[in-house]
């Protein structure tokens, strides 16, 4: 009974490339999470998806930033013209329910902006 | 936005030794959520708290939810070396969206 899955589990980028970060839920589970991590503080919420849908992306930037959660495959991260300010971990949680069912963390993607 | 605020901020203590740690908000929360973080790994729960009040243990651990909702302490009884890491608590309300501590470092000295 696998767990979320993340990958890759570390990404290097220079400035200005793109970034896709993947996010395979726990079997049965529709509903996807992301949240960002900087060294030393707990983790931010960004963005939440049902498949195909998004809930709420409140807690992600408008611009560079956008999620998708196909109705194959796993759910899309994907920041454009990555700054050094990106640099994180980016984690990823699901849910077989939305509203306050359990959240499952996978194990991250390490994102560093050379 | 709402904050958590979690302490202490790291704890260094001998193995046998208990813990206790804290978090607090201006806000009110439904739930309170502790989860333990190691390096290089997402944070998993240890335990879930969902009545003001209410007392729950985990094995070593125990949790409670603050009778003014706006409070959570987690204890540690009888360290041992494998307790090390970041703990987190969260909050939550009706909805998803977790609120986060800054989270409380556990280390054992040698």
């Known amino acids: 009974n696998a767990g979320v899955m993340q990958n890759p589990r570390h990404l290097v980028r220079r400035r200005g490339q793109e970034a896709r970060l993947r996010c395979s839920p726990m079997?049965?589970?529709?509903?996807v999470y992301w949240y960002r991590q900087l060294p030393e503080e707990g983790l931010k919420f960004m963005v939440y998806l049902q498949k195909e849908n998004i809930i709420d992306e409140s807690g992600m930037p408008k611009e560079r930033f956008s999620a998708e959660f196909p109705k194959e495959g796993p759910s899309i991260l994907r920041i454009q013209q990555v700054v050094r300010g990106d640099s994180a971990a980016y984690f990823c949680a699901s849910s077989l329910a939305g509203a306050s069912d359990t959240q499952y963390f996978g194990p991250g993607t390490r994102l560093t902006v050379l | 936005g709402q904050q958590l605020n979690q302490s202490p901020q790291s704890m260094f203590i001998q193995e046998g030794e208990d813990v206790s740690m804290n978090c607090t908000s201006s806000s009110i929360f439904n739930t309170w959520l502790w989860y333990k973080q190691e390096p290089g790994e997402g944070p998993v729960l240890l335990i879930a708290?969902?009545?003001a009040g209410e007392l729950t243990s985990n094995g070593r651990l125990t949790a409670q939810f603050g009778i003014t909702r706006k409070d959570s302490f987690l204890n540690i009884s009888a360290s041992i070396p494998s307790d090390v890491g970041i703990y987190f608590c969260a909050g939550q309300y009706s909805n998803y969206q977790l609120i986060w501590g800054a989270g409380t470092k556990l280390i054992i000295k040698p």
């Open positions: 079997k049965g589970h529709s509903h």
């Open positions: 708290l969902y009545k």
